[in-house]
Structures are given as C-alpha cells and as structure tokens.
C-alpha cells in the first residue's frame, strides 16, 4: 500500500523539516500531490506484461544454459545435501535448490557442462522461481520511480524499458543467481523509498513495516552475491542522510532521536544481520554429507560432515614414528602440505622439488614421520616396537609419494622473499642435516605425546631456526597455481605457521574413537567467509585472454553467449535492447546537465515556480537517490581485479532505467510548461512520454529473438531473422 | 616630466628571520655531507639508469611513472658534467670518479629542505600562530625519514615539494581571493596552484591525489561563492574561467611537455625498443629506422615481409615457421596434422620472412606497376624458406585445444584439403580501401574458410616446438586483442623468380631511403598508454610492507650497509613523531564530529571563525593524508614504507594545529595553559631525542653492534647486524 493516507508522501532525502505540522491537513499543496490517478490500473498493466514477457517460451531450450550449469548443480547439492564450496553466500542457491525440490525435482540430474538436454528431468520449477522474481522487478521498479517522482508517466515509462529490455528479460529465464540478486535489491529500494516517504509518520504501523522490510532485503540481497553489499552501502547512506536531518530538527528531543537512532539499528543492523546468520545456520544445517567443497575447510570442520573420513573418526590417537599423515595448516582456508614431482623453475630458488599447500585432498598430501638420525622405523618392520613421537623431537618428513624430505635452506621464498625457500630434497630418504626439523605443540613441556587432530603443532627447522608455514599467496603457473609454502625466520605465534595433523594412519597402534572438538557456529560462520573471499580473489583472469571490461557495460558493447554457436543451434544471447541501453547512456549525460544547471540556479537563488520548485526537487532528491545507486552499483567495478562479466551490469543498469524516467518525464514536463497553460502543453508532455515507449516497443520487436531464441543463419547472412540488426560488430549472433 | 623624481626610491624589506633561520637549518640537516656515502643506495640503482639513459639520450620506458622526476635528477646529473658512464648493477657499489655525486643528490636534498619553510607558511596561511608554524617546521626539519629520503637520489622529496607549493599556493591565492580578485598577485599564486600540480604529477602519479584534492577544495569555494549573491554572473563565469584555465587546461598542457622534453631528449634506440610499436621504433634513431628506412610503403602482391604480433606480451615477436613438423601425437595423447609447425619467435631470423601471393596468380614477385593489397582483399602467405603456404584447419592447437592449429601445409594426400586463404581485415583503416602499409597498419588475418582468426596465445611451445611461442586460429574471436594484430615490420618487394635467387634476397638486407616520422601526440598517446599499461613481475620485494604497517611504521628498509664497519643508512622515522601525528589525527576526528553533533543541535562550542580554521585546516590536513593514504590499501603493486611519506607530511602538519586548538578553546585557566606549554616542551624534546637517537642510521654514522641493538626497538625493524 503505498502513500497510504496520502498526507506529506514522496519526500527524498532533502525534504524540509517543520512539515511535520502538516499531518493530518489535507494533501492539497503542490508540494504534496497525491499518488496520480490510475496508478493501480497501471501496476496491474505492467505487472502482467512482464510476466508474460518472462515466462513466455521459459522452457525453451531444453537444455542446460551458461551457468546454469554451476548454480543448477549447486541446487542439486542442497536437495542431496552434499556439503560443497562455492564463492557466492549460500541463499540464492538454497532457493534454487527449494524451488526444485516443491516442484518435484529429485536432485539427480548432474548439469556437467552447458548444452547437456535435460530430457524427463523436471527443471521448470528452478526456472520459473527464478522467472517469477525477476518478473517482481518491473512493479518493484514502477513503484519505486512513482514515489520517486509522483508521476505516472516516468513510473510507466521505466517499467516499460525493463519490461522490453531483451537483457533483463533472458537474464530472467534462466537458473540464475541474478534474478534473485535482483529481486532482493530492488526489494531494499522500494523498501526504502516507501520508508521514506512514511517519515511524517514515525513509528506508525506501515512505517515499521517499510523500515523492517528494507532489513530483510538487505539480508536477502547479502545473502545472494556480495554485490548486495553495494544496496547495503545506498541503504546506510540514505539512512545516515536521515539521522543527521533529524538530529537539526530541533524540535525533537534527544530522547526521540535516539528512539529513531536504536529502531534503526533494529531493523537495519540487527535484524538484517541475524537474518543473514539464520541462514548460514539453515545452510550449514542441510548440507550435512561430505561432498567436493571439503578440502577448504579445517579438520574441525569437516569432522561435521557425514562421510567424510574426520566424521565420527577412528584412528591412532598419538603420533609414532613410521606414522603416514597429512598436515594441515591452521591459517582460515589453508591447505594440505603438499609435494609432487616438479621442480622449481630457474631463478626461483634452488632447483629442487616442489612444496606447497593444496587444498584439495590428494595422495601428494601424505608424509611419512622418520627419526632424523635413522631410517629403521619402517612400518614394514612388525617385531620393532612402536616409539611415540615427542614434543621437542627432532624430526624428518618424507614425502610419500616421491621419498623425498621436507627440506629448507638459505635462499629465498619465491614470493615471500622474506621468507626462505621450502623444498623436496634426497633421494629414498637420504639427504642432509638440513631435513631435520624440530617439532613443537603450542603451549606444551618437553616429552609430552602428540596428539592428532587436537595438537597445533608448529615445525622449526633446526639449522637455521626458521618455522615452516603458509603465507596464503597463490604461485604462478609454474606452481599449479598452489599455495606457497615458506620456512619464516620471524618466531611469531600466528596460524599461518601452526599445523595439525588430519590423516594418521599406522597399522600398529590400535584405532580410538575421536570426538574431535566442536567448532561454535561463529567458528564455522567467520572460516566460511574466509574462504570465500579467498575463493573470490583467486578469480583472475588468465594471460591473453579477452576480458569483459566495465566501461564495456553501458555501451552494451559485447553480450554472452547463453546458449548454442552454430547455425543449427537454437542460439540465445545476453544482451540489452541496444536503443533502451543507449538511451540510457544518453540520459546519464543528460541527467547530470539538469541537476547540475538545477543545483547552481538554487544556489544563485533564482525564482522558481511553485511547480518548478516541485520538478527540481524530483530532479534532485529523487534523481539523486537513483543516479547515487547507479554509481554505487557501478564504479566499485573499475576496482575489482576478478573476472568481470557483462551480467555484473544489470543491478547498475535497473537504476539507469529509473533515472531515465524520472528525467525524461521531467524535460518533457519542464519543455511543456513554456507553452503552458494551454492543452497543447499537455499534449506534447503527453506525445513525448508515448513516442519513447512505442520507440522502445519497435526495438523490442526487432531484437527479441536475442532472448526468446534464435535458429538459422547467423546475422551476417542477410537471410537471417536478425540481419541488418548486428549494429555493432562485437556483437555474436 | 620628472615628477617621478619627487618621492625618493624607497625599498622595504621585510625578513622573517623565523622562515630565514629555518630554511639554513633545513639546508644543513639536508646537505650536511652529502656525498658520503660514495656508493649507490637503494633506489639510485633503478634512478641511476635512466640518468644515465638521459646523459646518452637513450630512449626508455620506464612504467613507475611520467619523466618530469626522472628529468630532474638527469639535471643535476647534466649540471655536474656527469658522461654516463656508469654501470649501475648493484646496492652498495661505489662511484667511480666521474659521477659528480654531490650534483646528482643536490636537487632532491635543496627540494626536501625548502619543504620546510614550506610548512611554516602553510600553517600561517591556515591562519595559525607563528609559533604553530614554527612548530610544523620543527617537526618536519627533525623528521628522520624526510631526511633519508631527501639526502638521496630519490623523487619523494620533489614529490612532497610539489605537493607542498601547490597546497600554498592555493591558500595564498584563496586568503587574496577576498579583497583582490584578479590581482597581479592572485594571477600569480593561481597558475603556480596549477604549475605545482602538474609537476607533482609529472614526477609520480601519486601527486594526482594531492591534485585532485585541491581540484576538489577549489570546486567547493566555487560552490561558496556561487551562492554569494553580490556577485554577478558575469563575474563568476569569469572566475571559473580562470581557475578552469589554470587548474585545468595549463596543468595538462604541462604534463604534455614534460612528455615533449622527454621524447626530444631521447632520440636514440635503447633497451626498451621492443616494448614499443614498430612504428615508434623506427621514430628512434638507431635500432629499427636502420633497418626500415627506405623500404616500400605498400605492401602489394609479391612483397616479402616479415609480421610482427602488435601484444609484444609476453616478448615481441614475428611469425615464424621452420622445417620441423608437430609431433603426431602430443604427451596427452591428443593427435595433430604433424604439418609443418608455425610459431611466434622472439628474434630475428631469416625463417621470419614472408610472401604475400595472389590465389589467382602463381608468381610470387611484384608486377610493374605493384599491385597494393587493401583491406578485405583475400591473400595466401607464402613461407619464404620453405614456399609452404599458411594454413589452419579444424584441428586442435598443440597448447590451446579449443583453438585452431596453424600450420605450413605439407600435402599428405590424406582426406585433409589445404585452406590457405585469408582475408586481410586492417584494423586502424581509416576507409574501407585502405591499403596495407607497412609499420602503419595493424592488420588481422581471418581465415576464410573457419573465419578463425590468426592469434598469438601467449603459451610457449614445449622442446619439439623449441619452446617457441604459440600461434593458432582463434575461432571464437571476442572482440578486438592486441593478440590478434599484426604488423608488417620489414618489407621489400620481391624480384626472384626462382626459390635459390629468392633464399639469397632473403638473406640480403633490405634497402633504405625515407623515415617516417611519427607526430608528437601520437608517440606520446602510446608512451603513456605503454606506461599505464605495463606490469612488471610483481614479485615481493625484501622490503616491501604492506599499507597497514605504515601508521605504525612497523616497518623500515634498509638503505645501505657499509662493508666492513656497521655503519648503515635505514628510511626509519621519527617515532616520537610518528605516534604523536596519529594521536593528532585521532584528536582531530574525535573533536570534530563532537563539535559537529553539537552545531547540529545548535550548541556551539567555540566562536563561528575559529571553526572556520578548524575546518579548512582539516581539509588540508587530514584531507592530505586520507588522499594520500588509503588508495594504497586498493593498490596491487609492490609498496614500500616510502610511499607513505607525502602522507606523513600531511599528517605532521596537523600536530601544531591541535596543540595550539587544545591550548587556545580547551585550556580555559591561566594554570591549566602553563600546564599544557610545560607538557609540550616535554614531549617536543623527546622528539629531538628520538631525532638524536636515530640519527646514526639516517645520516650513515659507525656504530657498534651494542649500539645498533639497543636501536631496534622493534622486533620488526631490520637492523642489520654482523654477526660476529
């Protein structure tokens, strides 16, 4: 129910205090207009054409699009709860995974790779939960530029850029992660707004409603990509921009500002924040099974998971002597130490084998224990009795696989230079004294037993004093793209030099059941995030490979390939209406010519009409809030250093299209009040909001088939449907 | 007539022996022994060769940042008759006698120095007392690692000096703006605003932080004055006129001939030429011109020519081929066409050269008159060696399996047909019948068949490729990448008929006759773009640290380590300094939002104008520092404790304006300001103690290993010690 009761509604961030009085007078002032007439009619309008624009042809084509592949697989995982890791906060996967599951979908099909058909497999549920929010968006968009800029017009006219807009339409049909992104975003904005405009109305019913639905938003936009991070920052702003306003009213005791100030942090902070642990709670709660995404998780962690080999575990307790383990580092998502075949390359170092961390669990992670001065305590040897390993002990590690041994000496670290150089060094076991390494449990005396799993142990090695750890920088290709594994002269107590073993295995000592310490869900709540901001940062994009950049976007400069390449395909590409999207850029331009002309006429003071008045405010306050979630959705980019995709786009380009209805229905509204008052000024006001829609619909026209599928020749061909539209000549179809 | 006459010619000087005083002291603590010691320390190594480069007129590219600083230091260098001549290979190396060493530190030592008084003005400007003033110069005089930085051949303190004249400039043309606008003096102290600027970011990008915040400060007094109604239109558009030309339009006019200075000084081919288009290459006297001047310019059927990869990434190269084949089948087991290989090698070589054929034609010379290729035009290329024709095919590349192979086709009479032909695209045509230049033009080859596009991939074959690069046919080419874009290097139009004859044309150099030149902006637009662009292996350096470190300096580099005796130079600083400056900064934010909640609820604490200093001093100040400072947390590149220095500059300057607030709004009683005044002279000699302490290290005195000991007062500082 927007602007319920009318009163004061609409009012952007610089709405002038002291009207306060107004409540309850009648909404007459040009200040205040009401909502226009019609306007359910025309949510109603807008609201069945962009369903029927996204679920028209929605199960078409009948097999596994882009990535679809990732996040259909990721449902899947939630339906046969295997535990797995991925980059993004688990909520958008999680109702992928339970719209699959209420429309019947069994979780078997395996989503290998784009262009695998589904065949019996039931995949319209997934989508058309995803359809169904991203048609959400329009509404959303259309109430938010009414309240906004109190006019029908610009409030139809963006809904009806995003209605035809062939980018926002196949971004919609697909099991992605976007439509949900989107649909929480918008959510918060139009929460927001509405909140805005319930401001003469603190602490009434609706006002709470607004304010708490912008808190769950934002927790459901956080909890999607970390892209809603971007809406949170427009949210934050917005709301410090409130609490300052408030704080100068003088009028208001201190007693009802910090009553204002704590039912923020209510509903922004805190709701929104508990909110986002439930739902890592209910993530971590399903995926209960052992799965692909175990590696990057501490032993602790993975003891939790049904099937994997730390879940109710059995194994030797203490350490001895001819024992096969693997070590992990205690450092948030660090790896297995890790060794292989190859060597370092020239200039790095000695040229001796490898070491590294890796995530992943593998055969190269096994290390057996040695004493240093003797090669006898072989596991084959059955009559030679088992000797625990010591805290103090001095040791050797040799790597299984290649029977090499850890290994450090005086050069340096390949990256860490810092750091000296960690290495495989001998042959079957044989090297020299600088293999030997001193091991230590943190916080114990000389000659206490190891423990697996419990001990934090750390190594030092003995001839140079250095300890061996993990700086968590990733190698270069020479490397695997590993981690490295230094020995760090610095004696410091951090996690990155501590290490516990996982895996033990010695046929000799008798097998223990091991309740291994139970992480605390802040534990597993604050490693989970390492590790996926770990998992973000190591998404670089390669040598000589073409990369999406982002002054690309706004030009609609290269779209992606959803499905098919060839002729015969049935060929759907992501990519905006390009008049809707250079119209646009276009309005960028212009909108920052108005409001800067608007601002500096304010400022110079110069006399306005009552209705001049109102059109600069819509110009700046609600054109403002717009055009700053734009920006905030857009710029951050210019500084990411991952892969950029076309798609990250979208949240920046629903903002666009608000700013250009606000502002083309302002011009058009500003022009025709020189010829006022006549009806002719209504008329031209009118003609020009009606030729931008019917502009936009003939391009929708010409370019739909980019969403609703293309088969036959290419555009290049001037038999094909889309010849004569491939405009610019990055564009693939 | 001589009315002129009637008053007497008098001069009034007025000296501020403060600033004068100052200014000597600063001078001494700078220049005092200078050329000790007589050894390349840290940075010089890198700063030293291109002085050299300079005094040779070599050209060079140097991707840290644009030459004004790089120009500067050559000064000094040309200033002291230094020839050049000198191998800068390692830290620690000493001079030979013919580097005038003293010269070549003189200009960073003499721009650090006068940062001093620099400061004492700027805090006047601010409106502070001349005892804060004096303080700012004090604690900027007795910083430790202002020094070090300024006693050697290191941009930093040019850097700093810019910074610091741009920001007074603009206050001395801001505190004239009230009373005489358009003044000889106002002119004067606004294009210097924008001198300074442009200098500041013509030695180091960094200065376009400081830049930018007083671009940011001008346009807010801007906004001011547009609501100031007494003045008309008129006059305003008049003063954006004149700060749009002077902060604007002079800077960037400065910045391009610091690039014009740099690009007339280096006139001959250098280390660097490869990194640069052919084209710019031959601009260069030596190197490439030699071997292009006077070739064809058209390339037409029959010429013989040698095509280079525009990337130059990882290494420049030209498409090559070889006698050798692929292997049948590589180690995973994958199977190729075993044709002839076709590679991007990175040196010159006879197997480089290549013939351009008509498909309808069989010969491969050039008619009379030459026929030019133009764009879109349908060409085979013939290997000149081997006369085996460019091909592709749908078979997987050796290292790229979801591009096409290339190959030289060999016959087999098996089921695989040649496809040789390809279309010659230009990229930078300025019409659809553009001819194919040489040097000039940046030309693609799509296949015709696959319409896959010739492409370097960046991998490196391995031993039966002899660890050449990968050439393949892209078949899903995305958009424009250098990667795909040739140019033709060598050129000449073939006349031998027969393959021997043609074997020793191919061997013979090329003719010569005309340069070509290319204009200004152009080599200009390229070097930067060369500049911006280029990335160095970004491998951890010993010393480099990490942003945070910074505030607490819990970090140092070591400069320099005598051989035998312990003496050594560190960029450690004044730690007294260091903590009291984000005590300040602190203080300085806590107060403000304080005093700022308070206005809001119209409580005001201290008098209107005396907020008005607080203010602008903080946007200067804290402005400064927050400028300068946190975009290096978004950085990816190597840093190091140095670059934090211009921050900390910012950041000393605001401990006088503090001290004197606390002591002018909070100390209310007589009792309690004697109190604070003892306070201060406590603390300020503990920063001349810490001064005293570390002053072994900053200026290079011996000390003992006890000495050096008890000088680590960190765990974290590397100080070095001998073992015995």
Redesign the interface.
């Known amino acids: 129910m927007p602007a319920a009761g009318g009163g004061r509604a609409g009012s952007g961030p610089l709405r002038q205090r002291g009207t306060r009085r107004l409540q309850g007078a009648p909404p007459a002032s040009a200040l205040s207009p009401r909502p226009p007439a019609g306007w359910r009619a025309a949510l109603g309008l807008v609201t069945l054409l962009s369903f029927a624009s996204r679920f028209h042809r929605l199960p078409e084509p009948p097999h596994v699009c882009w990535d679809e592949t990732h996040f259909g697989k990721m449902g899947s995982y939630y339906i046969n709860r295997t535990f797995f890791f991925d980059v993004h906060p688990p909520l958008g996967k999680m109702l992928i995974g339970l719209a699959g599951y209420l429309s019947g979908y069994d979780g078997t099909f395996p989503f290998q790779k784009p262009g695998d058909r589904y065949e019996q497999h039931n995949y319209m549920g997934m989508r058309g939960f995803c359809a169904f929010l991203g048609s959400c968006l329009v509404p959303f968009a259309y109430l938010t530029v009414l309240e906004l800029s109190k006019s029908l017009p610009a409030a139809l006219l963006t809904a009806f850029i995003l209605i035809f807009d062939t980018g926002c339409i196949t971004l919609s049909q697909y099991i992605l992660l976007d439509p949900i992104l989107m649909f929480f975003l918008m959510g918060a904005v139009l929460s927001m707004v509405k909140c805005n405009s319930c401001a003469d109305r603190p602490f009434s019913a609706s006002w709470w409603l607004w304010l708490s639905l912008t808190g769950v938003n934002l927790a459901g936009a956080m909890g999607v990509k970390f892209v809603g991070l971007f809406v949170v920052l427009l949210v934050g702003l917005n709301t410090i921009y409130d609490l ?1 306003d408030l ?2 009213d ?1 009028n208001l005791s ?1 007693v009802m500002f910090g009553k204002h100030f704590l039912a923020r942090v209510l509903c922004l902070i805190l709701l929104p924040l508990t909110l986002y642990m439930a739902m890592f709670a209910v993530h971590f709660a399903v995926l209960n099974k052992s799965g692909p995404g175990d590696g990057f998780f501490s032993s602790a962690f993975q003891s939790q998971l049904i099937g994997n080999n730390l879940h109710n575990v059995s194994i030797p307790e203490h350490l001895a002597y001819g024992s096969v383990v693997t070590m992990k580092n205690l450092r948030m998502a660090g790896g297995y130490l890790h060794s292989h075949w190859h060597l370092y390359p020239e200039g790095v170092g000695a040229r001796q084998q490898q070491v590294t961390a890796y995530l992943h669990k593998d055969l190269n992670n096994l290390w057996i224990i040695k004493k240093h001065d003797s090669n006898t305590a072989d596991l084959s040897d059955s009559s030679s009795p088992v000797e625990f390993v010591r805290h103090g002990d001095i040791i050797r590690l040799e790597h299984k696989e290649t029977s090499r041994n850890l290994h450090s000496h005086q050069h ?1 670290a ?5 750091h000296f150089q960690v290495t495989g060094y001998g042959i079957n076991g044989t090297g020299d004294s600088n293999d030997f390494w001193r091991i230590e449990v943190v916080g114990r005396r000389t000659g206490k037993l190891i423990k697996v799993l419990r001990s934090k142990i750390r190594l030092m090695h003995v001839a140079t004093g250095c300890i061996l750890g993990s700086t968590g920088k990733t190698l270069p290709k020479w490397g695997w793209e590993q981690v490295e594994v230094t020995c760090t002269p ?1 004696v410091k107590e951090t996690p990155n030099s501590l290490w516990n073993f996982e895996d033990h295995i010695n046929p000799k000592l008798p097998n223990i059941s091991l309740d291994v310490l139970k992480p605390s869900f802040a534990e597993i709540l604050l490693e989970s995030h390492m590790v996926m901001i770990r998992g973000n940062s190591g998404l670089k994009p390669k ?2 490979e ?1 990369t999406s950049k982002p002054w690309h976007w706004p030009i609609n ?2 779209g992606l390939r959803f499905s098919g ?1 060839n002729e015969t395909d049935y060929r759907v590409y992501l990519l905006g209406n390009p008049v809707v999207w250079w119209l646009n850029l276009f309005t960028i331009g212009l909108y920052l010519l108005i409001a800067i002309s608007t601002a ?1 006429a304010l ?3 110069v006399q306005l009409t009552s209705e001049h008045k109102e059109l600069s405010r819509v110009v700046l306050c609600g054109g403002g809030q717009v055009a700053l979630g734009w920006l905030l959705h857009y710029l951050p980019f210019f ?1 990411m ?1 991952r892969v950029l995709y076309f798609h990250h786009y979208f949240p920046a380009m629903l903002f666009s299209s608000m700013l250009t209805g606000i502002t083309w229905d302002t011009l058009l509204k500003f022009f025709s009040q020189f010829l006022s008052p006549s009806t002719k000024a209504r008329r031209v006001y009118g003609v020009g909001i009606l030729a931008l829609i019917l502009l936009i619909m003939y391009s929708f026209y010409l370019f739909h088939p980019l969403s609703y599928g293309m088969i036959g020749p290419m555009a290049s061909d001037p038999s094909s449907p889309m010849a004569g539209l491939r405009w610019m000549d ?1 564009w ?1 179809f | 007539m001589l009315g002129f006459l009637k008053n007497p010619v008098v001069v009034t000087a007025e000296i501020n022996l403060n600033l004068v005083v100052l200014t000597v002291m600063g001078l001494i603590s700078r220049l005092w022994g200078l050329s000790y010691p007589r050894a390349v320390v840290f940075d010089e190594v890198y700063y030293g060769q291109f002085v050299s480069l300079y005094m040779k007129r070599i050209f060079f590219v140097d991707d840290s940042g644009p030459p004004l600083g790089h120009m500067l230091l050559a000064l000094g260098g040309y200033l002291g008759g230094f020839d050049g001549n000198f191998l800068w290979n390692r830290i620690g190396a000493e001079y030979s006698m013919n580097v005038p060493v003293w010269s070549l530190r003189f200009l960073p030592a003499l721009a650090g120095a006068l940062c001093i008084p620099l400061a004492y003005q700027i805090l006047v400007e601010l409106q502070f007392s001349h005892c804060a003033a004096l303080g700012a110069a004090l604690l900027i005089l007795l910083e430790n690692s202002l020094i070090t930085q300024s006693r050697f051949m290191l941009l930093e303190s040019i850097l700093i000096f810019f910074i610091l004249l741009a920001v007074l400039s603009y206050l001395k043309f801001y505190n004239l703006q009230r009373h005489s606008s358009f003044s000889g003096g106002w002119w004067f102290w606004l294009l210097l605003t924008g001198v300074a600027c442009s200098c500041a970011v013509g030695v180091k990008y960094m200065g376009l932080f400081t830049y930018m915040l007083l671009l940011a400060i001008a346009g807010l007094h801007f ?1 001011h004055m ?2 100031d ?1 007494n003045l008309s ?1 008129v006059s305003l558009v008049c003063h954006f006129l004149a700060r749009g030309l002077t902060l604007l339009v002079i800077p960037v006019a400065m910045y391009l001939s610091f690039f014009f200075v740099h690009l007339t000084l280096l006139y001959r081919s250098g280390p660097h030429d490869q990194i640069m288009t052919s084209a710019f290459q031959a601009s260069l006297e030596g190197g490439l011109a030699r071997i292009t001047q006077g070739q064809p310019l058209e390339v037409a059927y029959g010429s013989q020519i040698t095509l280079r990869n525009v ?1 130059g ?2 290494m420049q190269c030209w498409l090559h081929s070889h006698t050798n084949t692929y292997p049948i089948r590589y180690e995973n087991g994958r199977g190729s066409s075993h044709q002839q290989q076709v590679t991007c090698y990175p040196f010159k070589d006879v197997n480089n050269w290549w013939i351009v054929k008509d498909p309808g034609m069989q010969q491969l010379v050039v008619s009379n008159p030459p026929r030019p290729v133009r764009h879109g035009h349908i060409v085979q290329l013939v290997h000149g060696i081997t006369t085996r024709y460019l091909n592709t095919h749908d078979v997987a590349a050796p290292l790229s399996p979801h591009s096409q192979e290339v190959s030289c086709y060999i016959d087999y009479n098996i089921s695989m047909p040649a496809q040789n032909l390809w279309r010659v695209e230009i990229v930078n045509r300025e019409s659809d019948t553009d001819v194919w230049k040489t040097i000039l033009s940046e030309v693609r080859f799509v296949h015709v068949n696959t319409s896959a596009v010739l492409k ?3 991998a490196s074959l391995p031993e039966w490729g002899y660890r050449q690069l990968e050439v393949v046919g892209e078949k ?1 080419s ?4 250098q ?1 795909m874009v040739w140019n033709v290097e060598e050129h000449r139009y073939g006349k031998s008929q027969e393959q021997k004859e043609r074997e020793v044309e191919l061997h013979s150099p090329t003719r010569m006759d005309i340069s070509k030149n290319l204009s200004f902006m152009a080599k200009f637009t390229e070097l930067q773009w060369k500049i911006l662009t280029l990335k160095n292996e970004d ?4 010393y480099s640290s990490s942003a945070l470190d910074w505030i607490t300096m819990d970090t140092n580099i070591a400069y320099w380590l005598h051989p035998t005796s312990g003496a050594q130079i560190h960029l450690l600083g004044n730690v007294c300094t260091w903590a009291s400056a984000n005590i300040a900064a602190v203080v300085y934010t806590c107060l403000s939002l304080w005093y700022l ?1 308070r206005r ?3 409580i005001y604490d201290i008098p209107e104008d005396a907020w008005q200093l607080w203010v602008s001093a903080g946007q200067i100040c804290v402005g400064g520092w927050v400028v300068n400072y946190l975009p290096f947390f ?1 950085m ?1 590149k190597t840093l190091f404790l140095y670059h934090y220095l211009p921050a900390l500059t910012f950041q000393i300057l605001l401990i006088p304006i503090v001290l004197q607030h606390l002591s002018d709004h909070l100390c209310r009683s007589l009792l309690s300001k004697s109190m604070f005044n003892a306070l201060i002279v406590a603390w300020f000699s503990s920063v001349c103690f810490a001064y005293r302490t570390f002053s072994p290290v900053t200026y290079g005195e011996p000390l003992s290993v006890a000495e050096l000991k008890d000088l680590r007062w960190k ?2 500082w590397n100080i070095l010690i001998r073992k015995q």
Do not use: A, C, F
């Not at chain 2, 995305?478 to 990448?481: D, E, Q, T, V």
């Open positions: 300052w704080l100068g003088l201190l340096e390949p990256l860490t230079r810092k610095y040598d000589n073409v400069y290269q390449v500096v400022k110079r003071g500084m250093g990055s693939e | 906004w547009l609501g109604r239109n990337l990434k990882p370097l991939s960046g899903l995305k958009g424009y990448h990667s491998t951890e350096h010993k909640i809001r609820r119209k978004l990816e765990d974290s």
